[in-house]
């Protein structure tokens, strides 16, 4: 088992950035490939960066491809999800999600946190 919680979710004007943080306890001697996912109210979930064991792999959604950037710090069990250009559409609940393998389907995804709450204001 695997137990993931995201943090550093905040209240943050448009155009400004912010990282939040997802880290993970329980069975960490397994290394898993990590992704992030959004959803707002009334809408799917939706992919937005995923990152491999190593970290050598990245995969962006097209909406923030260049904008944000996501990392990991194995030695400390931390996936980073860099937002920078934040804009009101990117106000969501993010989720951080744990998976044997980089993958944009959520279906895929065995261990999930709970979600931090990014707001941009405009």
């Known amino acids: 088992q695997v137990q993931l919680v995201e943090f550093g979710g905040v209240l943050v004007q448009a155009g400004g950035s912010l990282r939040v943080s997802c880290a993970a306890s329980?069975?960490?001697?397994?290394?898993?490939?990590v992704s992030w996912f959004r959803q707002v109210p009334e809408k799917e979930r939706e992919f937005v960066a995923a990152i491999s064991r190593s970290g050598s792999v990245t995969s962006y959604a097209d909406s923030v491809k260049g904008r944000f950037t996501i990392s990991r710090d194995n030695a400390k069990n931390a996936v980073y999800l860099q937002m920078n250009s934040l804009t009101p559409e990117d106000a969501a609940l993010y989720y951080c999600a744990a998976a044997p393998f980089v993958s944009r389907r959520q279906v895929d995804y065995h261990y999930w946190g709970q979600g931090t709450q990014v707001t941009v204001s405009s």
């Open positions: 329980g069975r960490t001697s397994i290394t898993y490939a």
